[in-house]
């Protein structure tokens, strides 16, 4: 479902089934709208895309109460926006970012992202951080993040990059697999208060000790001690790797 330079196109109540086929090279969405200048899409659900779930460029308007699931890219990827409110979806099981609020240079943005769900967000083509997040705002400015529930990300629940007057507060972020609020690089002013993290040391623990041993992550499991400073690992090793390992730590 394409549009482009309209002056407004309206989806409500509909389920867009993309049955996890590839997408032609065009085409960057399930759902592509261009240069339109008032979307409104409510109450929608955008399943099993070859790419993003929703991809808007240059737009206005709303994105509201919709379920955005299993994109093999992002399940919604905003860039250049010009007046955007993304408030109430829920966006789960996507291959390499939740929500992306995107400009090609930095400038202001001013979308806001307010009380959506993201959760099991993955990152299949890999990177330091790029993908793997469950709301991630690249070089626009004046975005807020409010008021959201994260979870379950490969990488951090919300990272700002190059994000200046950026706000998050009052979100919930829960067993990140790193940092679970980032905001990293060329960036003027920043507010970041009132929100909850919850796992985060636990996995950049696990992440640390794999490193360290050098072995791969899913080989070490936290057995008790979630919440607790006192934790007891498990981790699937040689007897010599973890003999050399504790012969180097200090009594």
Not at 8 to 14: A, G, H, M
Not at 59 to 84: M, N, P
Not at 154 to 176: D, E, K, L, V, Y
Not at 209 to 227: C, F, K, N, W, Y
Request: glycine content about 12%; proline content about 1%; some cysteine.
């Amino acid at each position: 479902m394409t549009a482009t330079d309209t002056a407004s196109v309206s989806l409500f109540d509909l389920v867009i089934e993309g049955g996890d086929l590839p997408l032609g090279d065009a085409v960057k969405g399930l759902v592509d709208l261009r240069g339109v200048a008032q979307v409104a899409i409510d109450s929608c659900r955008i399943v099993g895309s070859g790419k993003s779930g929703l991809y808007l460029e240059r737009c206005a308007g709303r994105v509201e109460r919709t379920a955005i699931s299993r994109a093999a890219d992002y399940g919604l990827y905003s860039v250049q926006a010009t007046g955007l409110s993304i408030t109430g979806n829920t966006v789960a099981d996507c291959a390499n970012g939740g929500i992306l609020v995107h400009r090609w240079e930095a400038g202001e943005d001013g979308t806001i992202v307010a009380g959506n769900r993201v959760s099991r967000i993955a990152a299949r083509s890999g990177g330091t951080g790029q993908y793997g997040n469950g709301i991630n705002v690249f070089r626009a400015d004046t975005v807020v993040v409010s008021g959201n529930v994260v979870s379950d990300c490969a990488f951090s629940a919300i990272r700002a990059n190059s994000a200046s007057t950026i706000q998050i507060s009052g979100n919930s972020c829960m067993r990140s697999g790193e940092t679970a609020i980032y905001a990293e690089f060329a960036f003027q002013g920043a507010v970041i208060d009132g929100n909850i993290v919850d796992g985060a040391a636990n996995e950049a623990l696990r992440q640390w000790l794999a490193e360290t041993l050098q072995i791969a992550p899913s080989r070490v499991t936290l057995l008790r001690g979630q919440t607790s400073r006192r934790k007891q690992w498990q981790v699937q090793a040689s007897r010599a790797v973890i003999e050399a390992w504790l012969s180097q730590l200090p009594l």
